[in-house]
């Protein structure tokens, strides 16, 4: 700080608080300097240098290169104010031009604006001077358009109105040809009755409506005129080979306008093609070689009647050729010139709204739907005929796959005639009427069949051997020759040729299987009841729900309904056949008298048990509660040493051919994988059950204290075994001397499993 302030400051400060105030005349002036000074230090040591404003005069000064001397201090406030007055100053004469310009463009905008004024005034002066010769002008302008139209109307009147004697004749008499000049002089008259429209707009309206009542009644005679050589030309014309020719052609384009001589035309015309067809159809059947000139290799259909599938078969090939020549004779007409014809139908029922033949809302002309219309009412004779022998054939017949095979061919020729004529047709829906007849007729014969075997006991009765019944494997062979022919009807999507229902996957084969196969299978499960024998009726069930699920695995459109039913039944079955499999095994073993006395030791019984862990394929033994004292089983009867003794005997007498006697149980099982699976399951079982029974003899000598676990008395036992197991005498002597029931029961669970697997 010692630079901004001279060196005497200092010092006098230092001397005037020194000195007492009193001492000299001069301590006020010296005490308001000093006072001034100390705020100025204040001030300046208190401003805080972080403000910006302060850092930017600092780094202003650094810009400039300020030294710090008392030249450049007292100078630099006036050095400061000098360039602000500067500055100022140059802002001042900038703002001056400024202004100038300013007042020049005020100058421009008034002058434009006078100008402005004086262009409107002018304006304003011409428009008064043009409005008459404006208005007058648009009065020509309408005048000339009036008198144009005039002449206009003149002109349409002498060249569209007037029709001379001559062409009239041509146009009206039936003497006259239909040809060129005849359509062109009806485009004329066509015109000048649309003419006669402008005309009622006119002034004249009286002389409008008489060329319209004038033209109205020549169209009509030319329309008639037109209509009666149609029918007549239809009468002519070789409805053998029916190509109608371009005159035809036109002229039924023509009347199209006139809808309804046009629909009577096609009324005329289908009913001759009916009558024609039906004869022709006639003929195929039972005259197509007496004809002079008929090929003699081609026999009448009739001579096939004898085999249905054939002679409904050529009767149906006979309509579908027959239809589709029709319909290829036809598709110039309707097809080529559907267009034309749709347009003339359309103008028709514009100008004559009351000779619509459809009540309601207006449908427009579709040709195609017309084409295969009239070839549904060509052919409507040759239905009625094909319906009639169809169904006379099909209920003379008592063959259900026949009628099955006809089904097909009725539903395959349905598709054709859908896909030809459209899903609504006359002979779409005649031949959807047969199927469901036909598939009636052999549910029928199927129905027939399983009443007469439910009065037949001698049928029902269950073979010795416990196979199928017969009247089952009968049915399963009518069955394989039904999905044969549904396969090779419909081939790969044999399982998806109908629309499947979501809720039983059912498909189109599925009311055959519910006609041919259920009823029957129901049948052979119900004679299952005259078997007293539980066993004898589990192993009848099986090997009907066997052969039956091998007759229908290898059709997926049969299996997809009826397959898991089966093995349904099959699983429930084979739970049965486990459960007397594994009965047997404990009775014959003598097992079963050692479970039931030890149940109070066991949370269930473990013969039940077994059967109930085979079903649920599920073990529970870590879930049992405690049990009682082990102690106590050698109180019970059956573990007397007599009478351990005697099982024990039995067990050795009924393992060497326990395998073979359990196979034999089930050697009426018509499939060895299944009977030995079952048995192999049942021996498991009984295998756990031993191991049940061979811990609880273990943990009850162990409670007597009478086998040294650590010893390996079963080794020993096992030595024993092997010399001589099963002599009483010396299981009688250990009882005696108070061993324990491990020495009266020898066998182990790893000697069961080696005899018995």
């Known amino acids: ?43 300046v040591l208190s401003a805080s240098y972080a403000d910006s404003d302060i850092r930017d005069t600092l780094e202003t000064l650094s810009i400039r290169g300020i030294h710090n001397t008392p030249e450049v201090r007292r100078q630099l406030r006036l050095d400061v104010q000098k360039e602000v007055v500067d500055s100022n100053a140059e802002i001042v ?31 304003v002066l011409a428009k008064q001077d043009t409005t008459p010769v404006l208005e007058e002008a648009s009065a020509l302008m309408n005048q000339k358009k009036e008198t144009e139209t005039k002449q206009q109307l003149l002109d349409a009147f002498t060249k569209h109105f007037i029709i001379s004697e001559d062409d009239l004749l041509i146009l009206t008499s039936a003497e006259e040809p239909i040809d060129e000049k005849f359509f062109d002089l009806l485009a004329r008259v066509k015109q000048v009755h649309r003419d006669c429209e402008v005309l009622l707009g006119g002034e004249n309206q009286r002389l409008g409506l008489e060329l319209m009542e004038k033209s109205s009644r020549n169209l009509n005679s030319a329309y008639q005129k037109l209509y009666k050589w149609i029918q007549k030309e239809f009468r002519s014309l070789n409805l053998e080979d029916p190509r109608i020719s371009s005159s035809i052609r036109r002229a039924l384009r023509v009347l199209a306008e006139r809808p309804s001589l046009f629909h009577s035309c096609l009324d005329f015309f289908a009913e001759a093609r009916d009558y024609v067809l039906s004869d022709a159809f ?55 010139d559907g267009e034309e014809l749709a347009k003339g139908i359309q103008a028709g029922l514009t100008s004559d709204p009351w000779s619509r033949l459809d009540e309601g809302e207006e449908v427009p002309f579709d040709g195609h739907k017309a084409l295969s219309d009239l070839v549904n009412r060509d052919l409507t004779g040759v239905s009625r005929s094909l319906r009639q022998r169809v169904e006379l054939v099909i209920q003379g017949h008592d063959d259900p796959v026949t009628c099955y095979k006809v089904v097909n061919l009725l539903s395959f020729y349905r598709g054709t005639f859908s896909k030809l004529l459209g899903p609504s047709s006359n002979l779409a829906d005649l031949l959807e009427s047969l199927e469901k007849s036909t598939l009636g007729h052999f549910e029928t014969l199927m129905h027939d069949q399983v009443n007469a075997l439910s009065s037949d006991h001698a049928a029902l009765t269950p073979s010795d051997d416990l196979s199928a019944p017969e009247f089952l494997q009968d049915a399963l062979d009518v069955l394989t020759a039904l999905m044969r022919t549904h396969e090779a009807s419909f081939g790969a999507d044999a399982s998806t040729t109908a629309a499947a229902d979501d809720d039983d996957n059912s498909n189109r084969f599925t009311p055959v299987l519910r006609a041919a196969l259920d009823p029957f299978l129901q049948l052979a499960k119900s004679s299952a009841e005259d078997l007293p024998d539980p066993t004898a009726r589990a192993i009848y069930l099986t090997n009907i729900h066997l052969t039956t699920r091998s007759v229908i695995t290898t059709y997926p459109f049969a299996s997809a309904t009826h397959l898991a039913p089966l093995s349904a039944a099959l699983s429930s079955l084979r739970v049965d056949l486990l459960a007397i ?21 066991s949370p269930s019984s473990p013969a039940t048990a077994a059967t ?35 099982t024990s005997q039995q067990l050795d007498d009924f393992l060497p051919s326990a395998l073979m006697d359990a196979t034999d149980n089930l050697k009426r099982v018509q499939n060895a994988s299944f009977a030995k699976s079952v048995t192999e399951e049942a021996v498991e079982a009984f295998c756990r059950d031993f191991e049940f029974v061979e811990g609880m003899i273990i943990g009850a000598d162990e409670a007597h204290g009478k086998v040294d676990v650590t010893r390996g008395d079963r080794a020993v036992d096992e030595e024993g075994a092997s010399e001589g197991k099963g002599e009483g005498e010396n299981d009688a002597e250990d009882a005696e001397k108070g061993l324990g029931l491990r020495r009266l029961f020898p066998r182990t669970t790893g000697e069961i499993r080696v005899l018995l697997s």
Request: aromatic content about 6%; hydrophobic content about 35%; some cysteine.
């Open 282 to 336: 006639h003929y195929a059947l039972t005259d197509a070689v007496s004809g002079a000139g008929g090929d003699r290799n081609v026999k009448p259909i009739e001579f096939s009647a004898h085999d249905p599938l054939r002679y409904i078969g050529d009767m149906l090939a006979w309509v579908h050729s027959t239809t589709v020549s029709e319909r290829e004779a036809l598709e110039s007409l309707f097809v080529a």
């Open 612 to 646: 109930a862990n085979a079903r649920s394929g599920s073990n529970d033994a870590e879930q049992q509660p405690p049990r009682r004292d082990l102690a106590d089983i050698t109180h019970l009867p059956a573990f007397q040493p007599d009478a351990l003794v005697a």
């Open 93 to 123: 004469r900038d703002f001056g031009k400024v202004a100038e310009q300013l007042k020049r463009i005020g100058a421009v905008i008034s002058s434009l604006n006078q100008t402005c004024e004086e262009m409107k005034k002018h304006i």
């Open 1 to 43: 700080m010692a630079g901004y302030f001279p060196p005497g400051a200092a010092s006098s400060h230092v001397s005037t608080r020194s000195s007492s105030p009193a001492s000299s005349p001069l301590s006020p002036p010296v005490q308001q300097r000093s006072n001034a000074l100390s705020n100025r230090l204040t001030s």
């Open 581 to 601: 499999q594994h009965r047997y095994l404990l009775d014959a073993s003598g097992l079963q008298v050692l479970l039931t006395a030890l149940e109070p030791f």
